[in-house]
């Protein structure tokens, strides 16, 4: 092809860059090599990150909810902007961006369509996978994050192997590689060197189970009272949360930091990162854990074991409160989290933006050739 390739990510809404799916798809549009590709970021519906911060290609497609009655006319918009900017690949993400795009580059006479996967789909009800079945015979290719999850798409959805490439998540390891002082954060939060402190990075909702963790944390704080615990993120469970750790007689013990911007900072002052979520495909958060050199405490779903095992921290049985309190207990030596932490920065490596980027390139050449 004479010409770059031009690629449309469409994805429904962004409110900032910085959750899971929103940043890795920010990662992608960041490190694209623009010598060989096009591309322009499709909002369904804009947000005051589309409109003023965003600083590359958009088009805001205005594609209201099907219950509006001006559904079709903005999603026939949608098409004909596809068509007449000559789009060759629709990369779609998240559920209104996957069945609108769909839609639209199907009707455009796209010929490359793209679905993403990005978790195991813990919230689709019978309705959604209709919805899925739907627009899967108009989907050329898929894209997923873990092998976890391909599995799944094969075996539940009938999806052949031949079209679904995994590209793990990729990180800027840059960006953790930070020699900032942590003792002004630990002063901050009421902690010193001698406390263990362990933090949980994620939106505070159910899938991510706060309440196991707060569980796990007190059962483990009754056989070491040096441990602390941070939570990072905000959402409608905090109140829950607060009076559960209070009930647990542990709230003394437990930040609730809120959303937060300054990650990489944050986990330079941590001395273990915890997740224990109920379902993941393959998790940001812990590769930001690895980035950061971070001995890792996470439940075993998704794509976790890949990236933790003993050498670098303890996988845990997804909702086994006890042995998560466990796997907090055996990080308790600073030698061991040292020991382990290094293992995690060394697996990071093969996360690194730039293997990730080449890996997208590849993929999107194949799809045009």
């Known amino acids: 092809m004479s010409r770059r390739i031009r690629i449309a990510f469409v994805i429904d809404y962004i409110e900032s860059p910085t959750a899971g799916t929103e940043k ?3 990662t992608i ?16 519906r804009e947000s005051e990150w589309s409109r003023s911060q965003y600083k590359g290609e958009i088009h805001h497609a205005d594609v209201p909810s099907v219950s509006s009655l001006s559904f079709v006319p903005r999603l026939l918009g949608l098409a004909r902007y596809l068509r007449e900017n000559r789009f060759d690949i629709v990369h779609t993400f998240h559920r209104d961006g996957d069945l609108f795009g769909t839609i639209a580059a ?3 006479g796209i010929p490359v369509v793209i679905g993403s996967r990005r978790d195991q789909g813990y919230w689709l009800n019978w309705k959604e996978r209709g919805l899925r079945r739907l627009i899967r015979r108009f989907q050329t290719h898929y894209i997923t994050n873990a092998h976890s999850t391909r599995k799944q798409m094969m075996a539940q959805e009938n999806i052949p192997a031949s079209i679904i490439e995994v590209i793990p998540n990729g990180i800027d390891l840059s960006l953790f590689s930070s020699s900032t ?4 954060l630990r002063a901050e939060w009421g902690m010193d060197d001698k406390d263990v402190v362990i933090g949980c990075v994620a939106t505070l909702r159910p899938v991510k189970d706060h ?3 707060l569980k796990g944390f007190a059962q483990a704080c009754s056989k070491n009272a040096r441990l602390r615990l941070v939570l990072v993120g905000d959402g409608r469970c905090r109140d829950d949360l607060e009076r559960l750790a209070s009930e647990l007689g542990v709230r003394s013990k437990v930040t609730f930091l809120g959303k937060r911007r300054d990650i990489p900072a944050i986990l330079s002052a941590l001395d273990v990162g915890l997740l224990f979520s109920k379902s993941e ?10 980035a950061a050199g971070l001995p890792v405490v996470c439940s075993d779903v998704g794509d976790a074991s890949e990236m933790v095992n003993g050498e670098n921290g303890a996988l845990v049985p997804q909702g086994d409160i006890p042995a998560l309190a466990e796997g907090m207990l055996s990080l308790g030596d600073a030698d061991v989290r040292t020991r382990m932490g290094a293992e995690s920065r060394s697996r990071s490596r093969q996360y690194e ?3 990730c980027m080449e890996r997208f390139r590849s993929f999107y050449m194949r799809c045009v050739s």
Request: charged share 20%; aromatic share 4%.
């Open 211 to 213: 309440d196991g963790v």
């Open 281 to 290: 495909s393959m998790s940001n958060t812990i590769l930001e854990y690895l």
């Open 181 to 184: 002082s942590r003792e002004p």
């Open 353 to 355: 933006i730039g293997l």
């Open 106 to 108: 199907r009707i455009a």
């Open 29 to 44: 549009l960041d490190n694209l090599d623009t010598e060989v590709f096009h591309p322009c970021l499709c909002i369904l």
């Open 24 to 26: 890795q798809l920010n």
